[in-house]
């Protein structure tokens, strides 16, 4: 009998012991690992999203966590390096985490990307624009916060035709990287919807690093009637000098162009810059319509003591945004049983807007854009403006064209 | 026909401002036999010498905020000071090792200055305003000229005329020329080898300087790698122009500039952006009838 209550006490015991651990377990931390460039040019580009992922993660964590459990992040810097990256994702991925963020672009985010796509686990790029980053590329567990560069040339390309009543557009595109091709596609497919074939008067490429655009405006200006409107598909330093060359000689025609271009820091390459329109994420400049935006920028600023360096930076937190909406509902960090949830998003509300994925597209292709234009040596919010024109899986990953 | 000027002016002004470059590649080959790529640097670390150093994107100015002569000078001044000072630590303790350990210690040279930048001004692309008026076009007999490229090309034919005159009428060009043509055999003859580099450096310094407030005039940014481009294209026009000879460089730079914006200008919308293909197409081309350039000093002949 003795021998019995022995036994009853020591399987009470074991039994509370094991419950207390299987409660350990599931407050254990959620884990974020952030596979991103802490140094080299792209660092640039990835710290402002990265510190916006961090403050989404501080304000859940202040709010009780996600599914009652704290969240943890660590980073591996990829030093701007793609075989760090896949390193850095594989060390990320080894670790535990149960979602891997990656950089910024397409090309410096996908090593990372794909180690954790191999693993199983869920990656998301802040901001790339290129839709391999989903799953025809990388695969079904990846995804961007953002938007295809594709619709950035389109919903410009409307706004242009529909809102500012301009008929003929000349296109310049700087060759250097995929993303300002995607844009400029996307752009003559929208322009040519809209206003037929014979309405863009002329293409001509450039390279971002060409010293002189010369030749190219030359060409313009012999043009046999002058454009309405001349789109830029460029980013800087490349796209401030076309900018400032193009204006130094007397061209004053409006010219259109794409997200990289956004921000004030190149401004002062054109003293007096006007007509200068893009499709922006959001505005730094306090005169954004939407109020989520201006509390986003109100706790950034409480956070850092200061704005984003970037308008990008909205990207880091409406990624967390989404992925931790997804993991409420699924119940669970599993990253399929989360995906599956994201893949149901339609025009589900995020702080950068409206996101939709399905399960063959994992990038944004109409979310609402914020026109902005240049006055006064600033960009300034003109209106919030969403693309009917949807670009097709062939313009999105630019075939047969 | 007004087209056809306006393409003229445009393939002048920038084969004037690669001419510019390739001078300053080709000055310091002659005298040292190094094919100097942190001349690259040297043009940026001038174009950033404009704003202060701090990692903001949004800089205030340093020299930009200067007058326009004081500004050029502190400019061209820090480049000829950082090429004198690259000479002295980095090339002239490997003076007599061979051509190709230099080229390595050039490269050296070009990453440290790069990151350097990269370390202080962060590897974000900034703005600067200066100049602004020179960018206006002039027009001159019905055609709209930039005023930065009747600029660019003012300032190269007055830096090709005033070089020409030091190296001939001056003792220092003449031991210059001398030490170019044979190094050897005009140090026996008592030529002094520290200087003459030195002062090939600080003429390279000063070309540099010139091209970094062209390229800033001209494009109002600044960027790590905004030297790279003309440097590659000058040491293609110092090589197609001939090693070691001056006129050569110079020919060379105007050449690649020309043929540059003359293949943007004429080649159909696909094609276009092959552009450079065809430069060093060109390039392979005048190197296989001419492979000592097309003009050939005697210093590049091949001595017993």
């Known amino acids: ?401 | 026909m007004t087209n056809v000027v306006q393409v003229i002016v445009d393939a002048g002004a920038l084969g004037s401002l690669y001419a510019l470059v390739a001078l300053a590649i080709g000055l310091v080959f002659g005298v040292m036999r190094l094919i100097n790529f942190a001349q690259a640097d040297y043009a940026t670390i001038g174009a950033y010498s404009l704003v202060v150093p701090t990692a903001s994107i949004t800089p205030p100015l340093m020299f930009g905020a200067l007058p326009t002569a004081l500004m050029v000078g502190c400019v061209i001044g820090t480049v000829i000071l950082l090429a004198l000072l690259t000479e002295r630590v980095a090339f002239r303790p490997l003076r007599n090792s061979n051509p190709a350990t230099l080229l390595i210690s050039s490269f050296a040279v070009s990453y440290f200055l790069q990151n350097l930048v990269v370390l202080v001004h962060s590897g974000r692309p900034k703005s600067v305003g200066i100049g602004g008026s020179l960018t206006n076009a002039v027009e001159l007999w019905g055609i709209r000229i930039p005023g930065v490229q009747l600029l660019t090309m003012g300032v190269a034919a007055t830096l090709l005329v005033v070089l020409v005159l030091f190296l001939k009428k001056t003792p220092l060009g003449i031991q210059m020329r001398a030490a170019a043509e044979n190094f050897q055999m005009a140090r026996l003859l008592g030529v002094p080898a520290n200087r003459v580099i030195a002062v090939a450096f600080a003429i390279s310094g000063f070309l540099a300087g010139t091209v970094s407030l062209l390229l800033v005039i001209q494009t109002g940014t600044l960027d790590i790698k905004m030297g790279l481009m003309p440097v590659v294209y000058a040491f293609f026009a110092t090589v197609i122009g001939g090693m070691g000879s001056l006129p050569g460089a110079a020919l060379g730079g105007f050449i690649v500039g020309v043929v540059s914006v003359l293949l943007q200008t004429y080649l159909p919308t696909d094609l276009r952006p092959f552009r450079d293909a065809g430069v060093f197409a060109l390039v392979i081309l005048i190197l296989l009838f001419r492979p000592q350039g097309l003009i050939v000093t005697s210093a590049a002949r091949e001595r017993v």
Not at chain 1, 52 to 57: E, N, R
Not at chain 1, 66 to 82: F, H, S, V
Not at chain 1, 83 to 96: C, H
Not at chain 1, 248 to 254: E, K, Q
């Open chain 1, 1 to 401: 009998m003795k021998k019995f209550y022995l036994t009853m006490v020591c399987s009470a015991a074991f039994a509370a012991v094991s419950a207390a651990s299987a409660q350990a377990q599931d407050a254990a931390p959620i884990k974020i690992g952030f596979a991103i460039a802490q140094s080299g040019w792209l660092s640039n580009y990835d710290a402002a999203p990265f510190q916006a992922a961090v403050l989404k993660i501080e304000e859940i964590n202040k709010a009780g966590g996600l599914l009652g459990r704290k969240i943890e992040y660590q980073i591996a810097d990829t030093k701007t390096d793609q075989a760090l990256a896949a390193t850095g994702g594989a060390q990320l991925v080894d670790a535990g985490v149960d979602l891997l963020v990656v950089s910024c672009d397409y090309d410096f985010g996908a090593p990372a990307a794909l180690a954790a796509q191999q693993a199983g686990k869920i990656a998301i790029s802040m901001c790339a624009g290129d839709p391999k980053m989903g799953v025809q590329g990388v695969g079904p567990l990846a995804f961007t916060a953002t938007s295809a560069a594709q619709s950035e040339g389109i919903a410009i390309a409307e706004y242009a035709q529909k809102k500012m009543g301009l008929k003929t557009a000349y296109v310049l595109e700087d060759v250097i990287i995929e993303y300002n091709k995607s844009a400029c596609a996307g752009f003559d497919a929208a322009w040519k919807a809209g206003g037929g074939e014979a309405s863009i008067l002329g293409k001509d490429t450039f390279r971002n690093e060409d010293p002189s655009i010369a030749a190219q405006i030359t060409r313009i200006k012999s043009l046999p009637t002058p454009p309405d409107a001349i789109m830029l598909c460029s980013v800087t330093p490349g796209g401030a000098s076309a900018v400032r060359q193009l204006r130094a000689a007397g061209i004053d025609t409006p010219i259109l162009s794409i997200t990289a271009m956004s921000d004030n820091y190149w401004l002062n390459a054109v003293p007096g810059l006007k007509d200068f329109y893009i499709p922006g994420l959001i505005s730094l400049y306090g005169d954004d319509p939407r109020p989520e935006v201006g509390t986003f920028l109100a706790a950034f600023k409480a956070r850092y003591g200061d704005l984003p360096a970037s308008s990008y930076g909205v990207m880091g937190y409406t990624l967390i945004e989404q992925w931790a909406y997804a993991v409420e509902k699924a119940g669970t960090t599993d990253s399929q049983a989360v995906v599956d949830v994201m893949n149901t998003f339609k025009d589900q509300p995020f702080t950068a807007g409206p996101t939709s994925y399905t399960d063959q597209l994992h990038i944004q292709v109409n979310r609402p854009w914020l026109i902005m234009k240049v006055e006064n040596d600033s960009f300034h919010a003109v209106e919030v403006y969403r693309n009917s024109f949807v670009p097709d899986m062939k313009l999105l990953f630019r075939v047969g064209q």
